[in-house]
T-cell receptor
Framework: ETGVTQSPTHLIKTRGQQVTLRCSSQSGHNTVSWYQQALGQGPQFIFQYYREEENGRGNFPPRFSGLQFPNYSSELNVNALELDDSALYLC?????????????FGSGTQLSVL | AQSVAQPEDQVNVAEGNPLTVKCTYSVSGNPYLFWYVQYPNRGLQFLLKYITGDNLVKGSYGFEAEFNKSQTSFHLKKPSALVSDSALYFCAVRLKEDSGGGADGLTFGKGTHLIIQP
């Protein structure tokens, strides 16, 4: 088990609503990244936060936004939910923002959009 | 843009036999390569990574992987499979900082289900 915790574990929303997912990073880690894993697919990079600033973003629209707090925990916010947003959302933390760092993943939040 | 291909959706191996899970990648620059494993209802767990140097990388639980630059491959191997190795395995690539990477996240393959039969 890693020290990365995510909440909630499951969530059901309807199309058009907004959702906030939360992540506590492992102790000593200052970098958090978020991934979306659709059913039967590999995780896709959403964005990365390093010391409270977004310093990298994948191919996701602006309605996907985030925050990182001084204790390095993080939130993922998704506005105007669409059916295709249904997926497992994974948070990962690492000791630093270097590209060769191994990531420690949480167990994820399963989001269903109806 | 980078991409990862895992050509087999599923690999079946008898317990005690060697296993190989294939991975090829495409990048415009120098890569870091990773293997992660996902157990049911769990997040991904790091297995091993290639950064530089020796092409044969050893990782957790007896797994190893060989970086082959000419074939752009990074196949995962284990000499003797255990039933407990059954899981979903992901290969991933990330560009090195000297190739413009650093904040672009991991690019994952679609995953390979490894099934070890007793």
């Amino acid at each position: 088990e890693t020290g990365v915790t995510q909440s909630p574990t499951h969530l059901i929303k309807t199309r058009g609503q907004q959702v906030t997912l939360r992540c506590s990073s492992q102790s000593g880690h200052n970098t958090v990244s978020w991934y979306q894993q659709a059913l039967g697919q590999g995780p896709q990079f959403i964005f990365q936060y390093y010391r409270e600033e977004e310093n990298g973003r994948g191919n996701f629209p602006p309605r996907f936004s985030g925050l990182q707090f001084p204790n390095y925990s993080s939130e993922l916010n998704v506005n105007a939910l669409e059916l295709d947003d249904s997926a497992l959302y994974l948070c990962a933390s690492s000791r630093a923002a270097n590209a060769n760092e191994k990531l420690f993943f949480g167990s994820g939040t399963q989001l269903s959009v109806l | 843009a980078q991409s990862v291909a895992q050509p087999e959706d599923q690999v079946n191996v008898a317990e005690g036999n060697p296993l190989t899970v294939k991975c090829t990648y495409s990048v415009s620059g120098n890569p870091y390569l990773f293997w992660y494993v996902q157990y049911p209802n769990r997040g991904l767990q790091f297995l091993l990574k290639y950064i530089t140097g020796d092409n044969l990388v050893k990782g957790s639980y007896g797994f190893e992987a060989e970086f082959n630059k000419s074939q752009t491959s990074f196949h995962l191997k284990k000499p003797s499979a255990l039933v407990s190795d059954s899981a979903l395995y992901f290969c991933a690539v990330r560009l090195k900082e000297d190739s413009g990477g650093g904040a672009d996240g991991l690019t994952f393959g679609k995953g390979t289900h490894l099934i070890i039969q007793p």
